[in-house]
T-cell receptor, first 112, second 112 residues
Framework: RKEVEQDPGPFNVPEGATVAFNCTYS??????FFWYRQDCRKEPKLLMS???SGNEDGRFTAQLNRASQYISLLIRDSKLSDSATYLC?????????????FGSGTRLQVQP | DGGITQSPKYLFRKEGQNVTLSCEQN?????MYWYRQDPGQGLRLIYY???????QKGDIAEGYSVSREKKESFPLTVTSAQKNPTAFYLC???????????FGEGSWLTVV
């Protein structure tokens, strides 16, 4: 089982739609959680951190459920520019090592 | 401008040859990382370094080597021992203990 699992998609949605992605992680030692955005053939860029209480940044809302070990990202009022791959990322501290583990990503295609 | 610079952006290598990818950062970050990304896959950690003259193997270190002689620089050598070197290589850095990492623009390596 992969340490971080995501539905690869693609999710094809019309402009203005609301879309949600989920991500599950297997290591209960995971401490920090993030969503990164990666455009085609580009480097990943931090979209937002995910806090236990849930957090919002404009049209984006992230949620964390530690008991069920999943993270979600909700995008409201989708724009064409939201088309990208969204990577779920967890940070664990075990054996003294702190390193990010990336999911394979969920591809979103927003259509006019 | 502060950031991470990777070079070359595109590199072609013949089988059996070693190649070195450069990574320089001027963010004054202590920690640096090398990730590999294959098509449709997440990022996998090759090596990381938290301090000058020290580095640790990641999940897929076989066939790779690194050095950290200066805080700003963390070059990656892809050796002939790496069986499937064709991939997108991403260098990243962060504050020591920091959760947010910043990526360079990546290097595309193709073995011909």
């Amino acid at each position: 089982r992969k340490e971080v699992e995501q539905d690869p998609g693609p999710f094809n949605v019309p402009e203005g739609a609301t879309v949600a992605f989920n991500c599950t992680y297997s290591n209960s030692a995971s401490q920090s959680f993030f969503w990164y955005r990666q455009d085609c053939r580009k480097e990943p860029k931090l979209l937002m951190s995910v806090y236990s209480s849930g957090n919002e940044d404009g049209r984006f809302t992230a949620q964390l459920n530690r008991a069920s070990q999943y993270i979600s990202l909700l995008i409201r009022d989708s724009k064409l520019s939201d088309s990208a791959t969204y990577l779920c990322v967890v940070n664990r501290l075990d054996t003294g090592r702190r390193a990010l583990t990336f999911g394979s990503g969920t591809r979103l295609q927003v259509q006019p | 401008d502060g950031g991470i610079t990777q070079s070359p952006k595109y590199l072609f290598r013949k089988e059996g040859q070693n190649v070195t990818l450069s990574c320089e950062q001027n963010l004054n970050h202590d920690a640096m990382y090398w990730y590999r990304q294959d098509p449709g896959q997440g990022l996998r950690l090759i090596y990381y370094s938290q301090i000058v003259n020290d580095f640790q193997k990641g999940d897929i270190a076989e066939g790779y080597s690194v050095s950290r002689e200066k805080k700003e620089s963390f070059p990656l050598t892809v050796t002939s021992a790496q069986k499937n070197p064709t991939a997108f290589y991403l260098c990243a850095s962060s504050l020591l203990g920091g959760n947010t990492i910043y990526f360079g623009e990546g290097s595309w390596l193709t073995v011909v």
